[in-house]
């Protein structure tokens, strides 16, 4: 879909009400599933952090894309997985939609202030990580100039919105999790690599409100 096309449309996203946790589950293996309902998330005193699906023009085709971020490998239990621009809260944002924009600009260079904010989605908990992660859906109505943070970020992805939504996106693939070794987990597969975990469940909430935009 052109970029034009799809910001006359995305202001229909505002009102949708969110399928949450059924999104999600989409994208989830039963393991972790199990592990969510048996949790009392709130006596574990998550962190909070925000994350943004940040969507803008290609420069020469002016298609839609969504950029996301190959992380680092390091001693953690996001090593080397594939997320979306953003981190954790710090006692200075003034809200946890602050901090998504604060981190995206850390991370990948774009200016928050170029940013426009569409839709607060559905929170998801991380349990390794003992997180609360809140992603929102934003625009940048120009191609940005991506600038890394070289400590964090090891490459960022460039996805159209076409690979993105097409059926074929979504795989199954064996993978160890803190659950299990050698668990098969859904996941998309967008530019040659693979999606899956918190990162994979809050695209497919993404995923289905952008196609009922069509």
Request: glycine share 6%; no cysteine; hydrophobic share 40%.
């Amino acid at each position: 879909m052109q970029f034009e096309e799809f910001i006359k449309r995305l202001p229909k996203i505002s009102n949708l009400e969110l399928p949450g946790q059924e999104a999600h589950y989409l994208m989830a293996p039963t393991e972790r599933i199990d592990a969510l309902n048996e949790l009392d998330i709130e006596t574990r005193k998550p962190r909070w952090a925000g994350v943004m699906s940040l969507f803008y023009p290609h420069a020469v085709s002016g298609e839609t894309m969504l950029v996301l971020i190959l992380r680092k490998t390091y001693k953690g239990v996001h090593s080397n997985q594939v997320g979306f621009p953003g981190g954790k809260a710090e006692d200075f944002d003034k809200n946890i939609q602050e901090t998504a924009l604060r981190e995206t600009e850390e991370e990948i260079g774009v200016d928050r202030l170029s940013i426009e904010v569409f839709k607060k989605l559905t929170k998801v908990y991380i349990p390794p990580s003992n997180f609360w992660v809140q992603p929102f859906i934003g625009i940048v109505r120009h191609t940005p100039k991506f600038i890394k943070e070289d400590s964090e970020v090891e490459s960022i992805m460039e996805v159209t919105l076409t690979e993105f939504l097409a059926d074929t996106s979504i795989i199954t693939q064996t993978v160890d999790t803190s659950y299990g070794k050698m668990v098969d987990v859904p996941a998309f597969l967008l530019t040659d690599r693979v999606v899956w975990g918190a990162t994979a469940m809050m695209l497919s909430e993404v995923k289905w409100a952008l196609q009922q935009l069509a």
